[in-house]
């Protein structure tokens, strides 16, 4: 059977993702969509088809169950998929202090935003560097730039993907696969309403961007193949700002705009 040139794109069904999807249709690319729901994905799909002159598959997976990545992987194979690129963009958050919380959930962002993106980068970029070709851009956060109270795992776990991403950025030059990490700040997208965190002050200080925004500008910068990139003048700054300051106050800061009006 012939192979199949794609791009993966994960958590598809919303949000940045979805943009994403739209974006890369855009410029012709055919598309593998991933997410648990498949009513949504399915939508999407007909309307890229429709739209333009390409193919959609989609894949529905529910990627916070461990074994999850070798599965989507397997399929992959088995129906000769090629992916030239990957975007690692599925991942959630929630609102509220640690000690609350169901370790359940814990653990199952701790499965979708490290595990699986770390276990799926390096099954796909396996197969890049073989080929001598490929790019990978994982949704990074600004969150992960500084301790998070009210929202601290998720935090840590986007400290990890930034980490992550440009030590292997760095690890793959000269194999023609470039690793990128975007780090968006808070986004117009169904990430604050699954997160519970619609009536935090980051979410209504300033004009919020949308998820088309920030996909068109991860887009881009994808395509340029440099290791890392900050969304927004304003979330530069602070990233920036923060280095200079004492942690105890970055900490203090993060918080307030985290809390709850």
Known sequence: MKNKNAVLITGASSGIGFEFARVFASKGNNLVLVARRKNKLLELKKELESNFNISVSVIPLNLAEPKSSEELFSKLIKNNFVIDV??????????????????????????????????????????????????????GS????????????????KAFVNSFSEALANELKGTCVTVSVL??????????????????????????????DVAEFGYKFLMSGKPIAIHGFTNKFLVFSARFTP???????????????
């Not at 969150?143 to 776990?157: D, E, K, R």
């Not at 117009?188 to 961007?209: D, L, Q, T, Y």
């Open 86 to 139: 990957l975007i690692n963009n599925a991942g959630f958050g929630y609102y509220g202090e640690f000690l609350s919380k169901d370790t359940l959930v814990d653990e199952e962002m701790i499965n979708l935003n490290i595990l699986t993106l770390t276990k799926l980068t390096k099954l796909i970029a396996n197969e890049m560097v073989k080929r001598a070709s490929g790019k990978i851009l994982n949704i």
């Open 142 to 157: 600004t969150a992960g730039f500084q301790p998070g109270p009210l929202m601290s795992l998720y935090c840590a776990t």
């Open 183 to 212: 780090c968006p700040g808070a986004t117009e997208s169904e990430f604050r309403i699954v997160a519970g965190s619609s009536n935090s002050r980051i979410f209504h200080k300033r004009k919020i961007p949308t998820s088309l």
């Open 247 to 261: 942690r105890r106050i970055v900490v203090s800061v993060a918080k307030f705009f985290i809390k709850s009006r």
